[in-house]
C-alpha cells in the first residue's frame, strides 16, 4: 500500500478521526502531507483487499470492516474466541470461555440485522457465527 493508501485506510476505520505518522525524513513528511491533495483513487485501497478475497473469503481476519455494530458487540473479538473454540469443540480452554463471557456485549446479543454482513468485505457469515459463539461459549 501506498502512504497515502495507508493514511485513508487508518481514517476510514469507525471512531478514527486523526492519525500520528512517523516519519524520518524530509521526503517521508512531504509523502505523508500528500494525502491532502490525494484524488480518491490515489486513496483507494479496496483492490488491495479484493486481491485476498478469494482466499479469506468466508474467514474473518479481524479488520473491523464489519463495525459499528447496533448491539455494540465486538465482532472481531466473538470471532477469535469462536475460531479459537473451533479448533476443538470438545476441550474448548476455560478461558476462551471466560473471555468470551466477560465481553460488555457477545454473540447472543446479536439482532440479526445483517449490517455487519453487508460491511464485510471477506462475505463472513457473521449473524451465523454469533449464533454459533453464543452456542459454544455462552
Not at 524520518?24 to 486481491?51: C, F, N, P
Not at 459499528?68 to 476443538?88: E, F, G, H, Q, T
Not at 440485522?113 to 449473524?127: A, L
Request: charged share 20%.
Amino acid at each position: 500500500m501506498s502512504v497515502t493508501q495507508c493514511i485513508h485506510y487508518a481514517l476510514t476505520r469507525p471512531g478514527v478521526v486523526s492519525t500520528l505518522v512517523g516519519c524520518q525524513s524530509a521526503k517521508q513528511v512531504e509523502e505523508a502531507v500528500s494525502y491532502l491533495k490525494a484524488t480518491e483513487e490515489e486513496r483507494d485501497y479496496m483492490h488491495i483487499i479484493d486481491g485476498y478475497q478469494g482466499e479469506l473469503s468466508g474467514k474473518c481476519v479481524y479488520c473491523n470492516h464489519c463495525q459499528p455494530c447496533p448491539s455494540d458487540i465486538d465482532i472481531a473479538m466473538v470471532n477469535k474466541y469462536l475460531d479459537i473454540a473451533m479448533l476443538d469443540t470438545n476441550k474448548i480452554p476455560p478461558s476462551i470461555k471466560q473471555h468470551y463471557q466477560s465481553l460488555s456485549a457477545s454473540g447472543a446479543d446479536c439482532i440479526a440485522c445483517g449490517s455487519c454482513e453487508d460491511r464485510c468485505p471477506f462475505s463472513v457469515p457473521i449473524i451465523e457465527n454469533m449464533e454459533r459463539a453464543a452456542t459454544l461459549l455462552g
